[in-house]
């Protein structure tokens, strides 16, 4: 069965430095999502991409945090510099087009220290 | 943005017995879903209810949506240890799906 690969799966970096995580989404899913999920609450959307477009970045903390789709296929979330507050699992989905289901990968749990 | 409130936030029970959760909201949705999240993986869609007083079998899960459309519950008959998880209610806005902050359950051998 087609999943969501995410890389890595778990991330310790300090504060100040770079990171950046790898989602590749179902094959042919159109639509893509980026979710960071606070340890005791829901996921909360941080980027959605049409194809290689962005089509919702409105909740995406654009000062440190970018993210690209370069040909429509796989995505990278950036963060630079990362600040203790970003701690947290960082998930992605995707989905044939917008409004469908949406299938999550396992996510990559981010330690800032 | 609409909000979901789940209850309650945690619960642990011993195995074999029954449980309900919930998720209210003063607004009305066209539909909700449920997901269980297990440590250290991602969200999978369990239900969608969709249609007022709507109820959804899903082997000792029942899930109703309310008949006003504002809340919904899941109901676990004889829980087991693999029901342990995070149990999120979301719904699909005009662009995003919202999330409430789930239930976290453990479910004791």
């Known amino acids: 069965e087609a999943e969501v690969a995410q890389s890595p799966r778990y991330k310790i970096t300090e504060k100040s430095q770079a990171v950046a995580f790898w989602c590749d989404p179902i094959?042919?899913?159109?639509?893509l999502y980026w979710y960071r999920q606070i340890l005791g609450q829901g996921p909360e959307l941080l980027v959605q991409f049409q194809d290689e477009s962005v089509v919702d970045d409105s909740q995406l903390p654009k000062d440190r945090f970018s993210a690209e789709r370069l040909k429509g296929v796989d995505s990278t979330l950036k963060i630079q510099p990362a600040e203790l507050g970003d701690s947290a699992m960082y998930l992605c989905?995707?989905?044939?087009?917008?409004?469908?289901?949406?299938?999550f990968g396992p996510g990559t749990r981010l330690t800032v220290t | 943005t609409q909000l979901l409130e789940q209850s309650p936030q945690f619960l642990s029970i011993q195995e074999g017995e029954n449980l309900t959760v919930y998720c209210n909201s003063s607004s009305v949705f066209s539909s909700l879903q449920w997901y269980r999240q297990e440590p250290g993986e991602g969200p999978v869609l369990l239900v969608t209810?969709?249609?007022?007083?709507e109820v959804k079998k899903l082997k000792r899960l029942t899930f109703q949506f309310g008949d006003a459309r504002k809340d919904s519950s899941l109901h676990i008959t004889a829980a087991q240890p693999g029901d342990t998880g995070l149990y999120l209610c979301?719904?699909?806005?005009?662009?995003?799906?919202?999330f409430g902050q789930g239930t976290r359950l453990t479910i004791n051998p």
């Open positions: 094959s042919g899913h159109a639509t």
């Open positions: 989905a995707s989905s044939l087009e917008a409004l469908n289901e949406q299938y």
């Open positions: 979301a719904y699909q806005g005009a662009q995003k799906l919202v």
């Open positions: 209810v969709v249609t007022g007083g």
